[in-house]
């Protein structure tokens, strides 16, 4: 048994909000002590109310430009609240600053978990494209780790918050300094955090096409993706495309249409919890690994649950 007495999480913003991922975090945290989350903000008060909702006793407020910086203050953090463990989402950005505190402090970091038991300190990884999982026991004075985006279901667990300013010695910007951040299309929900995902596969025959999926997507508040054959058929961009050379999710609900579940497609989202299948061949490989599954056409129930969507 590893004393695991306060665990730190590391909240990752999108401007002045939260990212919803980052509530699985939290609750995966609240299993293993008293949840200190870390926020790099100039307002802790405009997230109080959510971090506390969802475990988060102490709330640490920090200010920081630079990755380098921003990894210097979290390693400050960790030693001034006596933090075993560190998680985070294992995003780009996550994976960046975890990585720059792991080397700070000689820590081991695992990233990419879809499981973690912190009473061990044992951490469950997808392996070989998702063929294989690998459970790791990390040892040292601080763990370091990153989870999966929805790997971990949000759970309530109100609490009451206190917020703590929390200032250090940065040290110099490394020479990186970030110049601009350019947001995506607004309104476009990222794959890797989306709850809910709808792929289309090569069947949908042409980027036009696609605009079926995003109607429905809009409905069901989704991200759209695609398989490695409607992207190398240029009906989408690569980075829509799941699957082995593409992206790794774990949504709530994953609804492929028109996907056949080839191997490789199936490495990047077997770890959905509901996976829908549309397909108009019965024997397709989609509906031996799918929750449910409609032999259908795509292009008919996809705009017939769109209709249902909008007048539920």
């Known amino acids: 048994m590893i004393d695991m007495s306060n665990i730190g999480v590391l909240i990752e913003m999108d401007g002045q909000e939260i990212k919803a991922p980052n ?6 945290a609240c299993a293993g002590g008293n949840v200190v989350a870390l926020v790099f903000t100039d307002d802790g008060e405009t997230c109080k109310t959510d971090l506390e909702r969802f475990g988060a006793e102490k709330i640490v407020i920090m200010s920081a ?31 960046d600053l975890l990585a720059r505190c792991a080397c700070i402090l000689d820590a081991p970091l695992a990233l ?24 790791m026991k990390l040892t040292g004075d601080t763990l370091l780790i990153g989870l999966r985006p929805n790997a971990v279901e949000a759970v ?25 951040f350019k947001k ?10 989306a709850e809910i ?10 980027a036009d096409n696609f605009e079926i999926l995003y109607a429905c997507a809009e409905e069901l508040g989704a991200a759209v993706g695609a398989s490695r054959a409607a992207v190398d058929a240029g009906f989408a961009p690569h980075s829509m495309q799941v699957g082995q050379t593409g992206k790794t999710v774990s949504p709530k609900l994953y609804i492929g249409c028109g996907l056949s579940g080839s191997v490789q497609h199936f490495a990047g989202m077997k770890t959905s919890r509901v996976i829908v299948g549309i397909n ?11 929750d449910y599954g409609i032999v259908g ?3 008919d129930v996809v705009p017939a649950l769109t209709e249902a969507l909008k007048i539920r």
């Open 297 to 299: 056409d795509l292009f």
């Open 156 to 180: 309530e667990n109100p609490v009451s918050s206190e917020v703590v300013p929390f200032t250090a010695e940065a040290g110099s910007d490394g020479g990186l300094k970030i110049l601009e």
């Open 23 to 28: 509530y699985g975090v939290l609750t995966a």
């Open 280 to 290: 108009t061949d019965k024997d397709a490989p989609i509906f031996g690994k799918c």
């Open 65 to 95: 430009e630079s990755p380098v910086q921003k990894a210097n203050l979290l390693a400050a953090a960790i030693k001034e609240y006596d933090l075993r463990v560190l998680m985070g989402l294992s995003s780009a950005r996550g994976r």
């Open 197 to 206: 995902i709808i792929t289309g596969g090569r069947p949908m025959d042409s």
């Open 184 to 193: 995506g299309q607004s309104g476009v929900v990222d794959l890797t955090e």
């Open 112 to 135: 990419d978990a879809i499981q973690v038991n912190l009473s061990d300190g044992t951490v469950v990884k997808s392996h070989f494209s998702g063929k294989t999982t690998a459970a």
